[in-house]
């Protein structure tokens, strides 16, 4: 079971994002990417689910040694991908219940039924753990969450359509510590051998509560340096301009730096 | 008569058709007059009836009922109801003028509201053919306050053409227009919606919103709304959004494995679902629900 990135350039309105991005995650692995503002982290989740305004340039997405690049994005979601959005989207009239009772049923084999005595015991379980409050089933899609609530409802639908890839972006941004932890808790809680992790993050915070197995920082539209835990600690502590410096990144000028030291994992 | 099944043995019906009228409802029917002594639900059906060219229904004060009036033609026809709403009375009537075939219609809804008087109005547009219809509020009386929703979705490549104003002819009166409009095919909508308010009608309220979405690429929706307002101690807006369905919504949707037909039946559900709930009549709700769908689903399948 492997997702891989390979050398993967993608633009947005004729601007190069993504320069020549590498990353390979297999099961049961957590990686995080942090990186500044601006540095094509969302672009990267948002291409692999096949957003309409991202384009690719040049380069490869693999699922299982599969090239999805030419796939739809509903494909993709029911071949396991999943992306918790940075910005869920609003969606009024939809309920959360019709949504994710949609979501569920159409991954099932033609011949299967839904059962909706099951499902809806383990769409309240959801909600409970993710203190979602009583009403969530008949509350439009988003409309009038509040930041952190929106986060959370990413996260329980990820709990409803088990994934085998789920990036989360920015799921820590809008959450208080309490919250935090809870999001912390049920995705942990999620973690297997069946299930690959990408989260996407600037803060250590997420990170205490999810414990990634490898760290990498992302400037510029690619990887530029992998670690482990000890990443994050210097990270939180110092920014990114030892790793520009150390790396000789130079932002001004967005000049493609020459460094064949970029460890790629795997 | 070919009365709709699901109204056929209603106890508060009145049916009209070309030989017979059938009034379940012991409704007063005088002439073109039809009187509503008492009760709170009333069906009105209509089947080819060609002998009035004008219905008047009378609301007595302080009467609370609601209205069901239901058309299934399978001839062009033309008609006017005029509603007279008296002081004090609550009134909602909901309307789904049907056609079985493609056929040409020509509807006026007047309404006269006296004082404190309350009317909604639900239109239902699901016509096949060629419809003008009119809808004409008088708010009369001080404190008269209307709501008008409106839900067309325009199928079989059919023409919409429709009117509605509301005159704010007394103080403290007050008016809210919703019109959601979507467009499966070639259909065109033509609406023009006008809110008076004449000069010395101080505290009234006058709104309108209009939405629509364009499913095809020959899809028309026009809206011009109008906003006559004599009077500066008052209060009027209108809004509009009308284009194609949201590309984002569509993109979290299909981002969670609806293919692109579950997707969009999805989000027009949701579109249509806040007027079929303000429907009382769980039967009348169910009616509307599946004509829409149908509509709906040609759509979306032949993508
Ligand atoms: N719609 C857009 N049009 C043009 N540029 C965009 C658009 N969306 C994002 N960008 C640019 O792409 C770059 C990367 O954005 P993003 O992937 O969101 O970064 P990150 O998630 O790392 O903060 C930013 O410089 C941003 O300004
Ligand atoms: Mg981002």
Redesign the interface.
Known sequence: MTLEIKDLYVSIEDNLILKGLNLKVNGGETHAIMGPNGTGKSTLAQIC????SYKIESGDILLDGESIVEK???E???MGLF?A?QN???????TNF???K??VQ??MAKDEHLRIGRFILKFEKASQDLKMGQGLAHR?LNQGFSGGEKKRNEIL?MKM?NPRFAFLDEIDSGLDVDALKLVGENVTEQKSPNLGLILITHYQRLLDYIVPDFVHIMINGKIVMTGKEELIKHIDQEGYDWVKKDLGIDDEDKKPYSLGTCPSKH | MEIVKYLVNNPNLIAFDNQEIINNAKIFIKNNHLLFRSGKEFFIFLDNYDKYSELNLDIKENQNIKIYLITYQSRNFKIKYNFNVSSNAKLEVFTNFLSKRKTTASIALDFTLGENAYLKLLNALTFKGRIELSSLVNLNGKNAKTEIELLNVGGNDSEYFVNQTVNHNEIATLSDINNWLISTDNSKLKYTVTGKIVKGMEHSKCHQSNKGIMLASDSEIMVEPKLLIDEYDVEASHGAAIGQMDELQLYYLLSRGLSVQEAKSLIITGYTNPFINMINNQEVAKQLTSQISRLIRRKTNNE
Do not use: C, K
């Open positions: 689910m096949g957003h309409p739809t994005v509903d993709r979601s029911r992306l959005m869920p989207i609003e969606v009024p009239g939809v019709d949504f994710v949609a979501a159409t991954r439009f639908q359509l």
